[in-house]
Every structure is written in structure tokens, then in C-alpha cells.
């Protein structure tokens, strides 16, 4: 059964920093392309980042490009999203995901491609200006 624990999320200022964690269990990490989406109430959820099984091709939505960094650590299961120079729009409720192989290149675009069950339960940034 796939387990997903985000973690990290908080309250800071415009332009500050945090560092989100997913820890994984109970599937095969390394053989899953792993994925960051946030969502905010009444709004579609929507990809942050999404990062290849082997680490080597992330891909970002355009308004976090250069702010933010998807990586991943296939010895312990985890999973992080360093976010950089935040911005009260980065305001949301963070979700980490697994996703199959063969959906990474278009998983950022389609968030109902990930599968039932392969979502953690979020956790929340707050940016203030």
C-alpha cells in the first residue's frame, strides 16, 4: 500500500524559504517518477514538479522555474521540494504524489493522471507579503 507523509510546510514571509519532505513507503520508490502539486480551496489542483525514478529530469511549472528544486534521495524513500524567494501566490496546500514511469513527462499537466491512492495528505505553506 503506497504511503505518502509530507512535511515541512509553514507560515514565512515573502521571499523566504522552506523545504518540503515526502517520505515513501510501502512500494518501490526508485521504480516511480515522484511529483509535487498544491492546491488552493475552490481551485483546480495543480503540478509544481515533477521529477524522474533516477532524479536526473525534473521538470517545473513555469512559475516556480528558477525558484524552486525538485529532488529525491532513493536510498530513503524521500522525496523534497526546496522552494526559494516565496511569493504569497505560492500560497497553498502541498501534496507530494507517486507516479507511474511511463505518465512523468505529462503528470505536471494532468494531475488526474495519478493514480487512486498515490497522494499524501498535504501540507500547508502560508507566504505573507
Known amino acids: 500500500q503506497v504511503q505518502l507523509a509530507e512535511s515541512g510546510g509553514g507560515s514565512v514571509e515573502a521571499g523566504g524559504s522552506l523545504r518540503l519532505s515526502c517520505a515513501a513507503s510501502?512500494?518501490?520508490?526508485?521504480?516511480?517518477?515522484m511529483a509535487w502539486y498544491r492546491q488552493v480551496p475552490e481551485k483546480e489542483r495543480e503540478g509544481v514538479a515533477t521529477?524522474?525514478?533516477?532524479?536526473?529530469?525534473?521538470t517545473y511549472a513555469d512559475s516556480v522555474k528558477g525558484r524552486f528544486t525538485i529532488s529525491r534521495d532513493n536510498n530513503n524513500n524521500t522525496l523534497y521540494l526546496q522552494m526559494n524567494s516565496l511569493r504569497p501566490e505560492d500560497t497553498a496546500m502541498y501534496y507530494c504524489?507517486?507516479?507511474?514511469?511511463?505518465?512523468?513527462?505529462?503528470?505536471?499537466?494532468?494531475?488526474?493522471?495519478?493514480?487512486?491512492?498515490?497522494w499524501g495528505q498535504g501540507t500547508q505553506v502560508s507566504v505573507s507579503p
Open positions: 510501502g512500494f518501490s520508490f526508485g521504480d516511480y517518477c
Open positions: 521529477l524522474s525514478a533516477t532524479g536526473s529530469m525534473p
Open positions: 504524489a507517486a507516479v507511474r514511469r511511463a505518465y512523468c513527462f505529462v503528470a505536471i499537466g494532468r494531475p488526474g493522471i495519478v493514480d487512486e491512492g498515490h
